[in-house]
């Protein structure tokens, strides 16, 4: 018998693939850091990446991300073939498809938290200046930031900033948020408060959310939850 979950999968349109994803640092030694990973992500997930330390969460995120070119193996993204695609095209996919959210926010200092966001939509060349402004202005509204605009990032909490880098990387209206342990160095309050930005997120835009984190208990609260050992899929809930 089918779950909620499954048929919701069944549903909606495959948005990520992995085909046989291997990555391997060449050295004297070569080092495999995940190898024939196969997985379909498909919209409106809340994806938990989780596994101990060196089982190559991070180094998948970074594939699935289109950050690092996998040694062996394929990456779609909407049904597009990404293996043979030039830097700039690559580039251009990240930019339009993907959110990146890091454990550290990586918010720049001179800038108010208004301009931050605004710096994907600069870069992209889509919306005008005023648009902009309006579009990251209900990003950081509806993650409670409102009060927050023209401060820079030195005058905001941990959870705070990090809440910041979740509307920038939502400025472009993203497919898939990507976060590597988003909650890694916060307390539990300001954990929760990203936490539920994340899953407000995947339930009232249908963006799909990857994360990788090392806090069961945020894992257990996500939907699906893919568990990697020595760079191999151990157990995917959706399988």
Known sequence: MNTPVAEKQAASAT???????????PAVVPVTLVEYINIKV???????????????????????????????GEILINAIDTQ???SSELSRIRLE???FVFQFHF??????????????????????????VEHATGLLTDLGLEEFLHRRPAQLSGGQRQ???VARALANS??????????????????????????????????????VTHDMDIASRMERRIHLVDGRVDYDNRQ
């Open 107 to 132: 918010l720049l200092p001179e800038f108010t938290v208004l301009d931050n966001v605004m710096i994907p939509m600069q870069k992209l060349g889509k919306l005008p200046q005023k648009q902009q």
């Open 42 to 72: 498909t919209e409106a997930e809340f994806v938990a990446i989780t596994g101990p330390s060196g089982s190559g969460k991070s180094s998948l995120l970074y594939l699935l991300g289109l950050l690092d070119r996998p040694s062996k």
């Open 163 to 165: 809440r910041v880098a």
């Open 97 to 99: 498809k993907i959110g």
């Open 174 to 211: 993203p497919d898939l948020i990507l976060a590597d342990e988003p909650t890694g160095s916060l307390d539990s309050a300001a954990t929760e408060q990203v936490f539920e930005s994340l899953q407000k997120i995947v339930e009232t835009q249908r963006t799909t959310v990857v994360a």
């Open 15 to 25: 948005l990520l693939e992995a085909r046989d994803l291997t990555r391997i640092l």
């Open 84 to 86: 043979h695609l030039s």
